[in-house]
């Protein structure tokens, strides 16, 4: 079993930075450091979208509209994944899920709020 916690979130203004933080708990026997982990969000009335992704092998994907602002990180000792977020807008409010890929393991998710 594995249980993601996520957190960093929170109140920010235009322009604002976040770091989230995505903490997994594994069950003995699972290498986590073997999956590729990624951030997803999904905001008010939308469809949850994949923000990035991070490979075992330390490969990063974004989606275009974010590359530059977000930067995905993992850190496979402590068993954590972060999101640095830069120069947020009022667009990126959203509630921020961490993944396994590949597997049906989510976390609870963190709100990110960008308001003036």
């Known amino acids: 079993q594995v249980q993601l916690v996520e957190s960093g979130g929170g109140l920010v203004q235009p322009g604002g930075s976040l770091r989230l933080s995505c903490a997994a708990r594994v069950a003995f026997g699972i290498n986590l450091s073997m999956y590729t982990m990624a951030w997803y969000r999904q905001a008010p009335g939308k469809q949850r979208e994949l923000v990035a992704s991070?490979?075992?092998?330390?490969?990063?994907n974004y989606i275009d509209s974010l590359k530059g602002r977000f930067t995905i990180s993992r850190d496979s000792a402590k068993k954590t994944v972060y999101l640095q977020m830069n120069s947020l807008n009022l667009e990126d409010t959203a509630v921020y899920y961490c993944k396994v890929e590949r597997t049906g393991y989510w976390g609870q998710g963190t709100q990110v709020t960008v308001s003036v």
């Open positions: 991070i490979t075992s092998g330390g490969t990063k």
